[in-house]
């Protein structure tokens, strides 16, 4: 599964208005199943940008993912991503540097 920015975006801001943990449930919708939505706030985790529980079942797979309040760097993350204009332009740079990153790197055959 690859990762979502915009979904992790949107985690981090529902976390950083809620005065309670958000269980995985609350994110699903038409484009983000439960196991996607799961896997993203695992990442969060991992990244150490909010406290999260996740309870995995015998296989591996994510039985049930909440995200509680934000850490330290969730808060500077979010501090930093918040705005929709900031978030488009540094999408918008990220994107300019892979595309030209993997121009650069690519060989025609």
């Known amino acids: ?61 994510i039985a049930r993912a909440e995200v509680s309040p934000l850490a330290w760097n969730g808060n500077e993350s979010l501090d930093a991503i918040r705005s929709d204009t900031i978030w488009s332009r540094v999408k918008q740079r990220v994107g300019a540097t892979w595309s030209m990153y993997f121009t650069s790197t690519m060989t025609i055959r």
Do not use: C, W
């Not at 599964?1 to 992790?8: N, V």
């Not at 529902?14 to 799961?38: Q, Y």
């Not at 706030?41 to 940008?49: H, P, R, S, Y």
């Open 1 to 61: 599964m690859r990762r979502d920015m915009d979904l992790i975006r949107h985690i981090l801001i529902m976390v950083g208005d809620s005065p309670v943990p958000l269980n995985a449930t609350v994110f699903v919708d038409e484009a983000h199943p439960f196991e996607t939505v799961a896997y993203h706030i695992d990442l969060i985790g991992q990244a150490g940008l909010a406290d999260t529980s996740i309870t995995r079942m015998s296989g591996k797979a």
